[in-house]
Nanobody, 115 residues
Framework: QVQLVESGGGLVQPGGSLRLSCAAS????????MGWYRQVPGKQREMVAT???????SYADSTKGRFTVSRDNAKNTMYLQMNSLKPEDTAVYYC?????????WGQGTQVTVSS
């Protein structure tokens, strides 16, 4: 059974940094596309960053240059390094993985950027 567990969220001041982790079980992160999404109440979930099986990455315009997605195949974990955080980055962050045509999601981790 495929499972994803996010961690690393919390409260940070504007301009600060956080690193989110997404630990996978039941499948390998190296052979499946993965992504980070975020959602605020009343709005649709939006893409933050994705990483392909080739290692190619893509980012939302709002996060480009500030966020970096990566993975550690040995730890079977994907990461999201978030720098220069802004109050508008406040959201619940979710990771997902596409396995044989089915999309799996983690439970989410709250990120709050506030002074």
């Amino acid at each position: 059974q495929v499972q994803l567990v996010e961690s690393g969220g919390g409260l940070v001041q504007p301009g600060g940094s956080l690193r989110l982790s997404c630990a996978a079980s039941g499948t390998a992160v190296s052979i499946n596309p993965m992504g980070w999404y975020r959602q605020v109440p009343g709005k649709q979930r939006e893409m933050v960053a994705t990483i392909a099986t080739t290692g190619a990455t893509s980012y939302a315009d709002s996060t480009k240059g500030r966020f970096t997605v990566s993975r550690d195949n040995a730890k079977n974990t994907m990461y999201l390094q978030m720098n220069s955080l802004k109050p508008e980055d406040t959201a619940v962050y979710y990771c997902n993985i596409l396995v044989r045509g089915r999309l799996y999601w983690g439970q989410g981790t709250q990120v709050t950027v506030s002074s």
